[in-house]
């Protein structure tokens, strides 16, 4: 039955890559390519007919053999897949037969110490024999990233995943499935099904040196980040490598075919044209290594990179955008078209963070699932308020009591902290970093990784209490996560299931991209717990087209903070929106919000009052100069040298030439309550 199972979870997922859905060079594959290549030849040389133009490629074909190498034409008649890897880059291939039958023998017995891989060309036999569909898209992308490696990070030992009888070998336990995510039994059980359908070549873990790297140090590398987030294998002393075919089988035994984001490599320079075009095709393009074409050696502010260390990068990215649903991933992706059809604007700051997905909130989402961290901590909290007294005790009283507690291990005093910190800090952005700052979060100056993981894994969980209360909404947004990191279907949806989806997109929302950079907080939907232009569209879009968002299963009846007081705020306006160009609505909303934004948590009657007086002014004046209101609004991206309530190169409405952030946009509401103040000349809308 595990043999069917894995059989057709392989089949799915090679029908889910077969690049029917993405174009990639179609006119590469026309049957007229050919022709056109002798008529290409024929003009080049001076040709007078075809069949001179084949005897120069006759010629180019003999002294390409005596040199044993071929410059490969994009324009040959070669299968999507090829394309695909060799992207924009001018390689060769080999055409030494016995170099190609040597690699072909080794691969087929998985002999990788056969010595044709100490061949300066092998490579290039590896492209030939891709090219001729010999060697599977998966072999090929381990012949790449192994060679790539192993420049970097001297080989210690190959070994065999599985025996002769199909079970796991030695090392595979004592290594391998040591460093990889914990896995149930039957999870463990569709895995080597899964491997045994592999070519011999890719039943197989290699280790290698660390070069520079050292796991203790701490370093602020890429390679450190990586590390520290479990995103690389290792046993502590070596990296463990894994083929590209167990990389995907292991995919598909956490998150199952339809979520699993498969790491893609492409030769040469991946452009953010190129990262997104993978990502909709949910894949995470990384760029590999050939002899001839480009190499990448940076990654965001990352310099001078290992290649591994490229390729690690973008399958951690592959990684944690298989654990985010895939209809939460689309709703990102129905965001970015709504910006750029409104705005105009291809890539601004948010677009590429809502393509490229690096969530910390989902790195850790294992840990999230265990509860005994936070029990702890309740249970420390019960413990001193029996010995003190009911009144919340503050920071420093848990910091002198603990410090005297012989009885708590170090990670126990991390935790109590932790959680009084989250307590405090759940709803001030400015309090949070201030007691970051200031706490064991930072030792010397010096981020403390592991800490920074207990903090924000009860930061969730404080945020759940705080903000659901609702036992079962937790439950399901657990059972997500828990179909997610096991491979299960997720749970049909439902009312039950809607709202955990909802709550789990506003939740993302919310903790935003990067844990440590505050712009992120709010997804760049949000800064400072204030609503940006991007969060304002998503809900103006969201009011108007329910049905849209309703496909990805996110209820506007189901949202949480951040997003539900704004929501609630903009049906209160709704009448003053409609039949008005997008820029006026937007305009509307960032006035009335602004006005709100002092009285959300606790707004009187009267208080309410005097704000929608105000707004009722605004709205009159907006409507009766729109035109010229209109004509000196427009979208335009931050500069970097914006204040600090503006987020550099994210998407503002400006009007005439001052960004609507928060900093200005109290000052436009004064100046438009003055305008219509002083020529006032019509009744005031009657009050409702």
Not at 305 to 333: C, G, N, Q
Not at 351 to 378: G, H, K, V
């Amino acid at each position: 039955m595990n043999i069917e199972k894995a059989k057709l979870i392989w089949r799915e997922f090679y029908q889910k890559y077969s690049f029917k859905e993405i174009e990639i060079a179609r006119s590469y594959l026309d049957k007229q390519a050919a022709a056109d290549f002798m008529q290409l030849i024929q003009s080049k040389h001076g040709a007078e007919k075809v069949e001179q133009a084949a005897t120069v490629i006759q010629n180019v074909w003999r002294k390409a053999k005596h040199r044993n190498l071929l410059n490969i034409s994009r324009k040959g008649n070669h299968r999507y897949e090829f394309l695909h890897l060799l992207h924009q880059e001018n390689v060769k291939k080999s055409l030494n037969s016995v170099l190609l039958e040597e690699l072909q023998k080794a691969l087929d017995l998985g002999d990788w110490s056969a010595p044709v891989f100490s061949h300066s060309r092998y490579l290039y036999a590896a492209m030939t024999l891709f090219d001729q569909k010999k060697i599977t898209q998966q072999q090929m992308y381990t012949l790449l990233e192994r060679d790539q490696t192993l420049k970097d990070y001297p080989l210690i030992n190959t070994y065999a995943i599985l025996n002769e009888e199909g079970d796991w070998t030695d090392e595979a336990r004592d290594i391998m499935l040591k460093s990889l995510p914990s896995l149930s039994e039957d999870q463990l059980n569709l895995l080597r099904h899964l491997i045994l359908q592999l070519p011999k070549s890719e039943q197989m873990f290699y280790t290698t040196e660390m070069g520079g790297f050292n796991p203790n140090s701490n370093q602020k590398t890429l390679m450190g980040l990586l590390y520290q987030q479990k995103s690389i294998y290792s046993d502590g002393n070596h990296f463990i490598n894994l083929a590209a075919g167990i990389h995907d089988a292991l995919g598909l035994t956490q998150y199952g075919v339809n979520e699993y984001v498969r790491p893609m490599m492409r030769l040469g320079k991946q452009s953010i044209d190129d990262i997104e075009e993978g990502v909709r095709f949910q894949s995470r393009y990384t760029a590999a290594i050939f002899p001839g074409a480009f190499k990448s050696k940076s990654v965001h502010e990352y310099e001078n990179l290992t290649a591994k260390e490229v390729t690690e990068h973008d399958r951690y990215h592959s990684k944690i955008m298989s654990k985010i649903p895939k209809d939460i991933l689309h709703t990102f992706w129905e965001m970015i078209d709504l910006s750029r059809q409104t705005t105009g604007i291809k890539w601004s700051r948010e677009i590429w963070n809502w393509i490229d997905m690096a969530t910390e909130y989902f790195i850790t989402s294992d840990d999230i699932l265990n509860e005994q961290a936070y029990q702890r901590y309740l249970n420390y909290k019960k413990e001193y308020k029996e010995r003190y007294g009911t009144h919340p005790p503050t920071l420093d009283a848990v910091e002198e009591d603990i410090l005297q507690r012989e009885d708590l291990s170090p990670e126990e005093l991390d935790t109590i902290l932790s959680g009084f910190m989250f307590e405090r800090t759940v709803l001030s952005e400015e309090e949070l970093y201030e007691l970051c700052a200031e706490s064991f979060l930072f030792i010397n100056g010096e981020l403390n990784i592991g800490s920074r993981e207990k903090f924000f894994q009860f930061l969730d969980k404080v945020y759940d209490r705080r903000l659901e209360k609702d036992n079962a909404l937790h439950q399901q947004i657990m059972e997500i996560f828990d179909c997610k990191m096991t491979g299960k279907p997720l749970p049909a949806h439902n009312s039950k299931t809607q709202k955990s989806m909802t709550a789990l997109f506003c939740k993302i929302v919310r903790f935003g991209t990067d844990s440590i950079n505050t712009e992120s907080h709010g997804f760049y939907m949000f800064y400072k717990n204030k609503i940006n232009l991007m969060g304002i569209l998503f809900l103006l879009d969201l009011l108007n087209h329910p049905e849209k968002y309703e496909t990805f299963h996110i209820f506007a009846d189901e949202l949480i903070s951040p997003f539900k007081k704004y929501f609630e705020s903009l049906k209160e306006i709704s009448p003053f929106l409609q039949n008005h160009d997008i820029k006026i609505q937007l305009l509307k909303c960032h006035l009335y919000f602004n006005l709100q934004e002092d009285l959300f948590d606790a707004i009187s009657d009267s208080e309410f009052r005097k704000v929608w007086d105000k707004f009722k002014d605004i709205n009159e004046y907006i409507d009766s100069n729109e035109h010229s209101i209109i004509e000196t609004l427009t979208f335009k991206k931050v500069d970097m040298e914006s204040e600090d309530s503006a987020i550099p190169n994210s998407i503002a409405l400006y009007y005439e030439d001052m960004p609507l952030i928060p900093a200005k946009i109290k000052d436009l509401t004064n100046q438009f309550l003055e305008h219509q103040f002083s020529q006032r000349t019509s009744t005031i809308l009657p009050s409702s």
